[in-house]
Antibody, heavy 120, light 107 residues
Framework: EVQLVESGGGLVQPGGSLRLSCAASGFTFNTDWMHWVRQAPGKGLVWVSRINSDGSSTNYADSVKGRFTISRDNAKNTLYLQMNSLRAEDTAVYYC?????????????WGQGTMVTVSS | DIQMTQSPSSLSASVGDRVTITCRASQTISNYLNWYQQKPGKAPKLLMYAASTLQSGVPSRFSGSGSGTDFTLTISNLQPEDFGTYCCQQTYSTPRTFGQGTKLEIK
């Protein structure tokens, strides 16, 4: 079965850190670009970051640049998001998603999401 | 950054109706426009990519059109399971911006 499973969310104090993981299965992980997208409670989808297939190229939303780091371990079929200096406004469900070049780079596989709450 | 603007922000329609949602990009994005459906508490689901190509498994009552800056998603013969929030996304450039969403309620 083709799937992405996120983990690592939770409650963290402002200024704290979390590392999210996204385990991939059922497809050839090391050929695909991967993304993180977040959704604050009751709000819309916001793109966070992306990484190319071998991990050599990354991009970030301005709101997280310098605080978040995306990475991947293709041997473990796992995507990561290291989140430092967390703020209240980072509170959201975080989704990982696969982008497929042949499908206009659309996000065709999504994880179930993991909730991150930043609060004292 | 490319801004994506959807309209309407919400709508209510009856089973069997035809509904149209529009999405406008702040600059040309060719056909790098995708549509997602999201239900409460669930991850988004890809419905349409490249503006008008139906994702595998998505019913043919969904259709998309447009190119450049203006795009539409049409649902014909609306079904009860079509409730949810619909969101457009451009993948022409980074950041991959989303529209604010259109909440569809079934009367």
């Amino acid at each position: 079965e083709v799937q992405l499973v996120e983990s690592g969310g939770g409650l963290v104090q402002p200024g704290g850190s979390l590392r999210l993981s996204c385990a991939a299965s059922g497809f050839t992980f090391n050929t695909d670009w991967m993304h993180w997208v977040r959704q604050a409670p009751g709000k819309g989808l916001v793109w966070v970051s992306r990484i190319n297939s071998d991990g050599s190229s990354t991009n970030y939303a301005d709101s997280v640049k310098g605080r978040f780091t995306i990475s991947r371990d293709n041997a473990k079929n796992t995507l990561y998001l290291q989140m430092n200096s967390l703020r209240a406004e980072d509170t959201a469900v975080y989704y990982c998603a696969r982008a497929v070049a042949v499908s206009a780079r659309a996000f065709d596989i999504w994880g179930q999401g993991t909730m991150v709450t930043v609060s004292s | 950054d490319i801004q994506m603007t959807q309209s309407p922000s919400s709508l209510s329609a009856s089973v069997g109706d035809r509904v149209t949602i529009t999405c406008r990009a702040s600059q040309t994005i060719s056909n790098y426009l995708n549509w997602y459906q999201q239900k409460p508490g669930k991850a988004p689901k890809l419905l349409m990519y490249a503006a008008s190509t139906l994702q595998s498994g998505v019913p043919s009552r969904f259709s998309g059109s447009g190119s450049g800056t203006d795009f539409t998603l049409t649902i014909s013969n609306l079904q009860p399971e079509d409730f949810g929030t619909y969101c457009c996304q451009q993948t022409y450039s980074t950041p991959r911006t989303f529209g604010q969403g259109t909440k569809l309620e079934i009367k």
